[in-house]
């Protein structure tokens, strides 16, 4: 089974001057502004690494909470950052790093337990299996 999600983005001009939109099929992103304003100079609007950022934390906590429940538990909660990294490298730019931070409220799981199915997820959700960079991971079980 395949499925197919799709994202768009439309940009007009230069690089510093210009500006774009990026929408979603879902509509849950509709021509959000996007530029190098956004991205470099904190000015309001999105850029690619926050979606990035997004996606990473969403995929893996839906990740960690499939693995947890195929091991009999379910989380009360799972809140996760995902702090991308964006680095001048030679004449141009790389994401050279992604930090998760996880909080996880889950009684009654053993800490070695969890530490092995949390450090499955980090591996396993598809978002981190596309990345090519390093990805660390820090958490907080309640």
């Known amino acids: 089974m395949t499925i197919h999600k799709k994202g768009q983005a439309h940009w007009e001009g230069n690089i510093k001057q210009g500006k774009g939109t990026v929408s979603t099929e879902s509509g849950a992103l509709k ?16 850029n690619p690494e926050e979606l990035i950022g997004a996606a990473h934390s969403a995929c893996f906590s839906m990740a960690l909470s499939l693995m947890l429940g195929n091991e009999g538990y379910t989380p009360e909660s799972i809140d996760t950052v995902a702090d991308v990294s964006l680095d001048k490298v030679g004449e141009g730019f790389k994401i050279t790093k992604v930090a998760l931070q996880s909080r996880v409220t889950l009684p009654g799981i053993d800490d ?3 530490e092995k199915i949390i450090n499955q997820a980090k591996e396993g959700c598809p978002v981190s299996q596309l990345m090519n960079t390093e990805i660390t991971l820090d958490y907080q079980l309640n």
Do not use: D, L
């Open 112 to 114: 070695a337990a969890f």
């Open 31 to 46: 021509e959000q502004p996007y530029g190098f304003n956004t991205r470099f100079e904190g000015k309001p609007g999105t």
